[in-house]
């Protein structure tokens, strides 16, 4: 078991009870969230993997990505600039 300082599990509770979730549920949430921010930025300065297997793999994941987007519904059919001019007008 963890021992948490008070002031800790204050925290936990405060964003527990913002995202309407138990706090052992909140506290595994933000450390992933870390986590794969800390994994981002370790990756970001290490160079990139050119092997024609990672290149393959990069542009699948890329293929799939697209594919669903491509599936998803269009909730506004209007032209483009008419959008943009109602979200100007905001």
Known sequence: M???SRETEA???????????????????ALEDKIRVADFAARAGRPRDTSPEAVAA???RTNRFVA???AMPILDDRPLNEIV?????L
Do not use: F, M, Y
């Open 68 to 70: 669903r987007l491509a």
């Open 2 to 4: 963890i021992n948490l």
């Open 85 to 89: 001019d109602d979200l100007n007008a």
């Open 11 to 29: 925290l936990a509770q405060r964003l527990a009870l913002a995202q309407g979730v138990p706090v052992e549920e909140a506290i595994r949430s």
């Open 58 to 60: 990069r542009r699948e």
